[in-house]
């Protein structure tokens, strides 16, 4: 069964502590991405992997960076949290014809 | 640049009615965008509804339809007859081609059904 996986699905943080979302897929995509989706704004893209170690920023990157050791594994690092971090976060894998693949979201609540 | 504007919501509509979604595409630097819907269904992360990739052309799945209206650079989705379980968020979406890593996605238009 194709899928992506985010851990956890729910985390509350204060502000200022560190915070490690986690992406796994099982399909052997080469690309993934994280977005963050906020009321009214729909999906903004955080950052871009085309495979291991080679990451691109997307749209929105400040305060965020991404780790992706192997294929099947994007994680996404808020160093220091901030408040206007609280979101929602989604996982995706992009197949072929650019058919995404994406994870059930990862709700952060940042105080 | 390049975007995607889609009904605002929330929409609701009373199960067997008819559903129109609007979506409208802008692809100044795109030739011929390959164009997508997404939903959303409560807790679960999006997934593809249907996708066009030539202009002109109709794609369907679930009873949703939508058509790629090069003319008027609009993708709208339509279902004769909604169901409740068609409550969820829509996204209408646009690539520069079918290798394009890089989507774009419209806000969402958050659906309820009434049953």
């Known amino acids: 069964d194709m899928k992506v996986t985010q851990m956890p699905r729910y985390l509350i943080k204060r502000m200022g502590e560190n915070v490690l979302l986690e992406c796994g897929q099982d399909?052997?995509?080469?690309?993934m991405y994280w977005y963050r989706q906020d009321p009214g704004l729909g999906l903004q893209l955080i950052y871009i992997?085309?495979?291991?170690?080679?990451?691109s920023e997307g749209d929105i990157p400040k305060g965020y960076r991404v780790s992706r050791k192997k294929r099947e594994h994007f994680s996404l690092i808020l160093d220091s949290a901030k408040t206007n971090q609280t979101s929602v976060y989604f996982c995706?894998?992009?197949?072929?014809?650019?058919?995404?693949?994406f994870g059930s979201g990862t709700r952060l609540l940042v105080i | 640049g390049d975007s995607v504007t889609q009904t605002e919501g929330p929409v609701t509509v009373s199960e067997s009615e008819s559903l129109i979604i609007n979506c409208t595409y802008s692809?100044?630097?795109?030739?011929?965008?390959?164009l997508f819907w997404y939903v959303r269904y409560p807790g679960e992360g999006l997934q593809l509804l249907l996708k066009?990739?030539?202009?002109?052309q109709k794609g369907s799945s679930r009873g949703f339809e939508a058509t790629y209206n090069k003319e008027t650079t609009s993708f709208h989705l339509q279902k004769a007859s909604v169901q409740e379980s068609d409550s969820a968020v829509y996204y209408c979406?646009?690539?520069?081609?079918?290798?394009?890593?890089?989507?774009?996605f419209g806000k969402g238009t958050h659906l309820h059904v009434l049953p």
């Open positions: 979406a646009l690539a520069p081609d079918t290798n394009a890593y890089k989507v774009i």
């Open positions: 399909m052997s995509h080469e690309t």
């Open positions: 995706a894998s992009r197949g072929f014809n650019s058919d995404y693949t």
């Open positions: 992997s085309y495979d291991v170690d080679s990451n």
């Open positions: 692809a100044t630097s795109i030739a011929y965008p390959n």
């Open positions: 066009v990739i030539t202009a002109g």
